[in-house]
């Protein structure tokens, strides 16, 4: 055999396929892509077999066929008569909708326990450590039942609510009453609060299957251009103390850049709240929030928050205590030194495993079906599914979308990642 | 078809079902087993009791065709299936047949490939509420927050009839019977909505039944059977003539109490070749002569069958209705052996 | 000086004053409460705010815990013993359901007479793990190993069976034979732990034992064509060689061996259990069974992928980065589904998986994708050094592997290991959606349907939920003490 002094000779022989490091790894390589390519073509094969013996031909026409169902909780218009394709749009939204909704308030939850975790408070900082260790051994499944009974046995039924000529006259109240003002009720079907309606409504437009009203936009764009007002006059009350060391007393131009455009605009388009009114079975007007959305939505942020709670603790506690010494001997008290010298060194180390809590997040609320709430797999990978006994597409578009959602949220967030890591030089 | 060795020996042991090749019935011979596709839990259709042994309206065709094939009413496994895995596990082979209340519709037979062998159970789909609720129709319903049952072809109903009375509903999908119940119980829809028959069976085991009424309205057909695959005519014809049996049975008076008499002769020559003692018309479907009694004698006639499990001295309390035999009024036909 | 002093002063203490008490509100309770609940008003408002939680909770919930009732045949006679003991306007838990559907909660529908079989089932992967996890030998272990043991006999004699005694036996003797021809702990044990796979397939499912026995032969059958051919022509020849071998014999002499033998042995005891349908499977030994299977079974897979990823060669890389992030992007529940509805179109036409072992193939690829990303973290913990050190030496590659870089790597990861196998379990009761009995949903669902337990809510959730927890709560705490055991040998 070749030493390593031998200059390579140039004849080849087949051995060296196996025996040279040079070819070696290209040998490897191309046995291993055989194997899968084999791999691959027996499923398909299979398959293919599978669906000839059945009669069958894999299909996606069903998509643009009449869904023929209803669906309780949209946030984009739908009825029975759209498409299966506008049904599961309907369940992507909702998935969408509820992932984002526990993300964040499973960040809120999360940040305040992991921070109260380490608080010298011994009272409360036994109390997280219960909640983060009660939530994080127990399957995510069972907390979304318990919820779920919990808002279901244990809230009113709507026809609670009545008040009959004969309790009046009996001076009786009724079983169960609205809160806050007698604007949201809290029944055992959902939540009904007050929506936002519009006399002098500037309409919507479509884009693409999605509607998007105006007056939503106008009221964006009205907050966003009153922070930028708020964040010019901080900026320039502080150009003005770094000139003259005084500063300029500004609370009530932010107030008036802060509040006037948004209340001049809402009594521009003649803003008023539908509140919800019970009428025949249900409350009528108002938006309903499903108890299944509030389940699905509590149950995850819950325990996603207890791992998250522990991911901010061991980012705060992966901070050397210089820091916040130093930071105390600057005069800075606990609070300020917590959020302007703590959390953001922490936010490096806590970033990369909070983005995979997000998507275990996303995926986790796939646990709709537990609760009949109509996301994703309730839409396409149920109904549908079974109306039109296409396992196989439907499956795999559940499949590859869940997958978009999952690459989405890690390349998205590994960007913020990069935005925030510690720039070395 | 081609199988390798070990795979082979793997189909003996516990963990795999066995093959399912063109001709059925062979291999259920060949495995000494029926398996049977059940629901995964209907007081009266198909449950297990409190030692695992599957009862029902729906088991006790299973039990009859175990008993034609193979001789015994008990070579059974029962497989529980949801309204999203039956067609699967029926079209994968995993069980035989499928009795699972399973409506008969033109796309289940033409696009998803399965032969329906006769109706077992005429059905429709209705509503149930609750007394206090003072609605005495249907068509009152309007705004209402409706359980449905998925799986089934109930939600399209619901959308339908909604629809054609103009009114709106509030659809609350559930996976199972029991989660529906513990909604509707908790007062979390107004409505609950299934198959008439699933309805009363639900409304059977409440602890105060006499609270809830069943409203008037039958929405839909619903025309229950036992369903095979397609391309195996010999074993739905062996399906759809051991419920024929059953049905004629009942209509000739043959009951589990007297075929054993009645197979020693009699004067009528129909029951005469159901019994196998004139004819041979168990050879035609692959059988021996006396299938036909032997699945009468499993659980008894549809008559029987229907009594011990739905009729109105079981708590379901279900009149036979549609389902009485032609003679009496009801769609129970036949058609004759021979 | 003194002098002057003394002169001077008028007057000077001769002896130390004793040291007083310090003030009542800097010492003992109150100091205590001070610091720790009342250092500020922030601090303040949250103790009260965490003491009004506590009130609140045990004021709903303790009435209802202490009220409970053990002895009930149903719900109705839950409340009226409730409603007899403590008024009519009392709550109470209804514990008796546990009581009553224990054996269902454990076990399922698993035939009652056989529940020796999983309990010994269970017994014995604490042995098999053993070896993996303690490789060090101390006096715990022979206590531990005295417990399991008298458990067996115990298990042996309640049921009647010799067979767990039997098991015990041979396992004894072997293992001591090792241990006397100079095989030294772990080592000694290790055997059992490749033999428990079949053996714990053989006690749950029953059936023959020869098919467990022939098919682990496989993987004797493929060494000892690795060790003849890596001899003659090298490793990798050798390892192929050794692949075609095992393969070989897994399709074409298993099926017929085991038959055979099979037909020799017949139906008796010990050579036949009595076989256990998978749909009577049900409650925890099904969590468990799902769980352990996938996570044993992914060990190796999650190896392969996770060197895979961290290959030099692209095409392979890829192909394992694809498959992990593809497992790791949907969630199991959608797996899950593809195992019921689906698994069966892409195997041969005829095979028929049955459903809890389609199920755990799932499952299994699921885990797998997740174990390899915490065996690519232990590989990425070992220092430079280790690599550079096995190529100093001439190791090849699988040699460096398996020699330096795996014994230390796997010990790192075996905390990730515990945390994903936390977690797996934890997802054993998603199986519910495929129509399988696990303990949370499926069998709560199922004791529910029955008319004298209809209404129970909280019991078996609450009881189900400690179970999960006090399972899930040891295993997280053993997988800290690892963690600390690890950083301590590693200053």
Redesign the interface.
């Known amino acids: 055999m070749a030493t390593a002094a031998d200059t390579p000779r140039e004849s080849f022989r087949l051995g060296m396929l196996i025996y040279d490091t040079r070819y070696r790894s290209i040998t490897i390589q191309t046995i291993v892509v055989i194997l899968a390519m084999a791999g691959v073509w027996w499923l398909y094969d299979n398959l293919m077999a ?1 669906l000839t013996a ?3 031909t894999p299909s996606f026409s069903f998509l643009w066929n009449r869904a ?5 909780q949209t946030l984009i218009p739908y009825t ?1 008569d759209d498409t299966h394709l506008r049904a599961m749009l309907v369940g992507l939204v909702n998935t969408i909708l509820v992932a984002v909704l526990g993300c964040v308030a499973a960040t809120v939850v999360g940040v305040i326990v992991g921070v109260l975790r380490l608080s010298k408070n011994w009272l409360v900082a036994r109390l997280m450590t219960v909640y983060v260790e009660g939530f994080r051994n127990v399957p995510v499944l069972l907390w979304i039942l318990v919820i779920f009974a919990v808002l ?2 244990i809230t009113p ?1 709507p ?1 609670d609510f009545k008040v009959t000529d004969e309790m009046i006259a009996a001076g009786e109240e009724p079983a169960a009453s609205m809160i806050l003002l007698d604007t949201v009720a809290i029944t ?2 959902g939540t009904f609060v007050p929506a936002a309606l519009y006399e002098r409504s500037l309409g919507e437009i479509k884009i693409g299957f999605l509607p998007i009203s105006l007056n939503t936009l106008a009221i964006l764009a009205v907050i966003v251009g009153s922070i930028l007002g708020y964040r010019a006059i901080k900026k320039h009350a502080t150009a003005v103390q770094e000139a003259t060391g005084i500063r300029p007393v500004t609370w009530w131009k932010s107030l008036l850049v802060l509040f006037g455009p948004i209340i001049v605009l809402l009594l521009a388009l003649g803003f008023h709240l539908e509140i919800p009114t019970l ?4 409350f ?1 007007g108002g938006i ?1 929030v499903s ?2 959305l509030m389940a699905l939505w509590l149950g995850l942020t819950l325990y996603t928050a207890a791992f998250i709670a522990e991911i901010v603790r061991a980012g705060i506690m992966a901070i050397s205590k210089g820091q916040s010494e130093a930071s105390f001997a600057l005069g800075l008290r606990p609070g300020r030194t917590m959020s302007l010298i703590i959390l953001p060194q922490a936010l490096r180390v806590i970033i990369p495993p909070l983005i995979s809590q997000y998507l275990n997040l996303t995926k986790n609320s796939s646990l709709a ?1 537990a609760v ?1 709430y ?1 996301d994703l797999r ?1 839409t396409l990978g ?2 549908t ?3 039109t ?1 296409r ?1 196989l597409e439907c499956m795999l578009i559940l499949m590859l979308t869940y997958l978009a959602l999952s690459l989405l949220i890690s390349s998205g967030m590994n960007v913020y990642n990069n935005a925030v890591k510690l720039k070395e030089r | ?21 063109a001709a059925t019935l062979d291999d259920v011979k060949a495995r000494g087993e029926l398996i049977c596709g059940v629901n ?2 209907l007081t009266g259709f198909a ?2 009791d ?1 030692n ?1 042994n599957w009862q029902g309206f729906d088991v006790a065709i299973c039990k009859a065709v175990a008993a034609a094939v193979l001789g015994d009413a008990s070579k059974v ?9 039956r ?2 596990a029926l ?4 069980i035989d047949m499928l009795a699972r209340n399973t409506t008969w519709t033109f ?2 037979d033409a ?3 399965f032969t329906f062998t006769g109706v077992n159970y005429y059905d429709g789909q209705g509503f149930m509420v609750k007394k206090d ?1 003072g609605v005495s129709s249907a068509k009152e ?5 409706v359980c449905i049952q ?3 072809t109930t ?2 109903n ?3 009839f909604f ?1 054609v009375n103009n009114m709106s ?8 019977n ?2 529906g119940e ?2 509707y ?6 409505a609950y909505t299934t198959d008439a028959s699933g309805l009363a069976a639900t409304r059977a ?3 105060d039944p006499e609270n809830h009424i069943i409203l008037p309205e039958i929405i839909s057909k619903e025309p229950l059977g036992p369903l095979v ?3 195996d005519d010999q074993w739905a014809d062996i399906n759809r003539w051991v419920l024929n049996a059953l049905i004629a049975a009942e209509e000739f008076g043959v009951t589990s109490a007297n075929v054993e008499e009645l197979s020693k002769g009699t004067e009528n020559p129909e029951v005469n070749r159901i019994l196998g003692t004139e004819g041979d018309l168990g050879a035609m479907i692959g059988l021996d002569k006396e299938w036909g009694k032997r699945a009468i004698a499993a659980e008894g006639n549809y008559g029987e069958i229907f009594a011990k499990y739905l009729g109105e001295s079981t708590p379901i309390g279900l009149a036979r209705g549609l389902n009485a035999q032609w003679t009496q009024g009801g769609l129970l036909y036949t058609p004759p052996f021979r | 000086m003194s002098d002057l002093h003394a002169n001077s002063a008028l007057f000077v203490r001769k002896e130390m004053l004793p040291p007083s008490d310090p003030p009542a509100l800097e010492s003992g309770a109150i100091k205590w409460l001070r610091e720790n609940l009342f250092s500020g008003w922030l601090n303040s408002t949250l103790t009260v705010l965490g003491l009004a939680a506590i009130f609140f909770v045990l004021k709903l919930g303790l009435p209802w815990f202490l009220h409970g009732v053990w002895n009930a045949n149903s719900l ?1 006679e839950c409340r009226e013993i409730i409603a007899a003991t403590w008024g009519e306007d009392a709550h109470g838990a209804c514990w008796a359901v546990i009581r009553e559907r224990w054996n269902q909660f454990m076990f399922g ?1 698993y035939p009652r007479e056989l529940y020796w079989r999983p309990v010994l089932a269970l017994l014995l992967l604490m042995v098999a793990l053993a070896p993996v996890l303690f490789s060090e030998k101390s006096n715990k272990l022979w206590i531990a190993g005295g417990v399991i043991a008298v458990l067996i006999l115990w298990l042996s004699v309640s049921y009647g069976q010799w067979i767990p005694v039997g098991i015990l036996v041979l396992l004894a003797a072997i293992t001591g034979y090792l241990g006397s021809r100079g095989v030294h702990w772990p080592v000694n044990l290790l055997w059992f732990t490749g033999v428990y796979t079949g053996l714990a397939f053989w006690l749950l ?4 034992i020869w ?1 467990p026995v022939v098919a682990l032969l496989g993987f004797v059958v493929g060494w000892i064509a690795f060790r003849f051919a890596s001899n003659a022509v090298g490793t990798i020849v050798g390892a192929g060689a050794g692949a075609i071998a095992a393969i070989l014999w ?3 002499a ?3 061996l ?2 055979t033998l099979t037909g020799l042995t017949g139906r008796t005891q010990p050579f036949w259990l009595r ?6 499977f049900g409650g925890f030994v099904l969590a468990f069974t799902i769980g352990i299977a996938g996570i044993a079974i992914s060990l190796p897979m999650g190896i392969i992928l996770a060197l895979g990823r961290r290959s030099d060669m692209p095409l392979v890389k890829a192909i394992c980065v694809g498959f992990i992030e593809f497992i790791r992007g949907v969630p199991l529940i959608t797996l899950l589904f593809v195992a ?3 698994l ?2 892409f195997l ?10 389609r199920v755990i193939i799932m499952v299994t690829l699921f885990s797998a994708a997740y174990i390899a990303e915490v065996i690519r973290g232990g590989l990425a913990a070992l220092p430079r050094g280790q690599y550079e050190a096995a190529d100093a030496l001439g190791l090849d590659y699988w040699k460096a592997q398996r020699l330096i870089i795996m014994p230390q790597a796997l010990k790192i990861s075996i905390p990730g290991i515990v945390s994903s196998f936390i977690g797996l379990f934890k997802d054993t009761t998603l199986v519910v ?3 399988l009995l696990d303990p949370l949903k499926g069998i709560t ?2 004791v ?4 004298e337990w ?2 129970v809510y909280w019991e078996p959730y609450i009881f189900v939920g400690a179970i999960f927890f006090i399972v899930c709560f040891s295993m997280s705490r053993y997988a800290m003490y690892l963690e600390n055991k690890l950083k301590r040998e590693h200053r």
């Open positions: 599978n059945l009669d069958k023929g169902y209803d669906i309780n029975n279901t046995e039924q026809r055992n079907r009428g025949g079975f249900n009528t309903l108890n299944a079906i009949s109509m309730g149920g109904i599914l079974n109306q006994g396992e | 078809m081609k199988k390798s060795v070990f795979l082979g020996t793997l189909a003996a042991s516990a963990l795999l079902a066995g093959f399912a090749s995964t839990g449950a297990p409190a695992g496994k029962y497989v529980p299936t949801t309204g999203e895995t067609f699967t079209a994968s082979g995993e796309s289940r696009d998803l490939k609720l319903l309007d705004g209402a927050t998925t799986g089934t939600e399209l619901l959308a339908d629809k509903y509030q659809p609350v999908a559930i996976q199972t029991a989660e513990q909604q119980l908790a007062g979390a829809c107004d085991v409440f602890a695959r397609h391309g | 109705g529908f499912w029953g059936g023959t098919l897994w399709y074409f298993a099926g017929a085991s038959d076989g256990v349908d998978s749909d009577e019921s509805l689906l069966n179109y041969p036409p005829g095979t028929n998986f049955d459903i809890i072992l959606f495929v129509a669902d199922a529910r349907a029955a008319i209809k209404g």
